[in-house]
């Protein structure tokens, strides 16, 4: 009878682990976009292919508080722009390391490529002209709030 209630006890112990492990809610696979994130630092490179020799220009500048630029993504695949006193809603979905951002009314999206760091998003942004125009490259880091 004591084998019997040892070995009860224990189908019991192993039936609630069992659940309680299954249960758990499982991690998500990376950091999340969804918060709020300030504008630090930003590396903006122009190449004017219109010129001869052609013109390279990069800006490298960083921030401080008040920061100028703050990205919020909802975790419902909404986001909004806000730099000074204007704002821009959209929508966004990630691809792999890319973000594609849909401003509301507009009919182009962006692609980005992202990472995030900790605390820190770097998003990369690429605007090849045709030759004989201008093209562009931004890099911007921000900070999670």
């Known amino acids: 009878m004591k084998k019997t209630f040892h070995l009860s006890v224990l189908v019991v112990l192993a039936v ?11 991690s998500s696979s990376g950091p999340s976009l969804t918060g709020v994130w300030q504008e ?12 001869t020799p052609i013109t390279v220009t990069t800006h490298d500048t960083t921030f401080a508080a008040p920061y100028p630029l703050t990205i919020t993504f909802t975790s419902n695949g909404n986001f909004t722009f806000a730099n000074g006193g204007s ?20 009919p182009e999206a962006e692609v980005t490529s992202y990472t995030i760091s900790g605390n820190t998003l770097t998003l990369t942004f690429i605007e090849i ?7 562009e490259s931004e890099v911007l880091t921000l900070t999670k709030q």
């Not at 609630?16 to 499982?26: D, L, M, N, Y």
């Not at 704002?87 to 009314?105: A, C, D, H, I, R």
């Not at 002209?129 to 093209?135: F, L």
């Open 40 to 51: 630090t630092h930003e590396i903006d490179t122009q190449v004017d292919s219109t010129t």
């Open 16 to 26: 609630i682990c069992g659940i309680a492990f299954s249960s758990c809610k499982k």
């Open 87 to 106: 704002s821009e809603p959209g929508t966004y979905f990630t691809s792999g390391n890319n973000l594609v951002l849909q401003p509301t009314g507009s």
């Open 129 to 135: 002209s045709n030759p004989g125009d201008e093209s």
